[in-house]
Antibody
Framework: QVQLVQSGAEVKKPGSSVKVSCKAS????????INWVRQAPGQGLEWVGG????????EYAQQLQDRVTITADEYRSTAYMELTSLRSDDTGLYFC???????????????WGRGTLVTVS | EIVLAQSPGTLSLSPGERATLSCRAS???????LAWYQQRPGQAPRLLIY???SRATGIPDRFSGSGSGTDFTLTITRLEPEDFAFYYC?????????FGGGTKVEIK
């Protein structure tokens, strides 16, 4: 059974960077897109971006594309999301989520990590 | 960008009642590529419905999705205690992916 295991909580200063990891255990990693979705405290869901590991292709939300980079390490079955120039409104839970359709970037998400809390203060 | 408006913001119902949640898109959702998720406090979202009306694996049949174009509905026929949660719609027909603001289903 495939699981997405995310790295632990982070506390960062404004202006610094954070890199969150998402490891897929069990199952095929390289052919299925991993997306990142964030949730500010008490708020709704916001798409951040995604990557298809086998191709290395990425897509980003326009409002974040200057500050976010998503990468994948096929050998470690791990995806990463790095966010730079952190601000207080970047505080929130960051989820990784898998698209269940091979080689599709844009679709629904059938499998989610538990989330990584990033606090900017 | 397609904006998704969910209504109502909060739905107060009793166990056993029927819940009807709405998701309205600012423009037509391509191929009715719309999903619904449930999120309980402290948990990640869980996929309920995809392609507007297909139930995800393991989802009880009291959950159903309908609609097309710009108007979509999630129906829960008989609310169970574990169904009181937040619900989000998401469109994936065009970039960027967008989510609705959510509906909270609370116990009356």
């Amino acid at each position: 059974q495939v699981q997405l295991v995310q790295s632990g909580a982070e506390v960062k200063k404004p202006g610094s960077s954070v890199k969150v990891s998402c490891k897929a255990s069990g199952g095929n990693f390289r052919n299925f897109a991993i997306n990142w979705v964030r949730q500010a405290p008490g708020q709704g869901l916001e798409w951040v971006g995604g990557i298809i590991p086998v191709f290395g292709t990425t897509e980003y939300a326009q409002q974040l594309q200057d500050r976010v980079t998503i990468t994948a390490d096929e050998y470690r079955s791990t995806a990463y999301m790095e966010l730079t120039s952190l601000r207080s409104d970047d505080t929130g839970l960051y989820f990784c989520a898998r698209v269940p359709l091979p080689a599709a970037m844009r679709a629904y998400f059938d499998l989610w990590g538990r989330g990584t809390l990033v606090t900017v203060s | 960008e397609i904006v998704l408006a969910q209504s109502p913001g909060t739905l107060s119902l009793s166990p056993g009642e029927r819940a009807t949640l709405s998701c309205r898109a600012s423009q037509s959702v391509s191929s009715n590529y719309l999903a619904w998720y449930q999120q309980r406090p402290g948990q990640a979202p869980r996929l309920l419905i995809y392609d507007a009306s297909s139930r995800a694996t393991g989802i009880p049949d009291r959950f159903s999705g309908s609609g097309s174009g710009t108007d979509f509905t999630l129906t829960i026929t008989r609310l169970e205690p574990e169904d009181f949660a937040f619900y989000y719609c998401q469109q994936y027909g065009s970039s960027p992916l967008t989510f609705g603001g959510g509906t909270k289903v609370e116990i009356k």
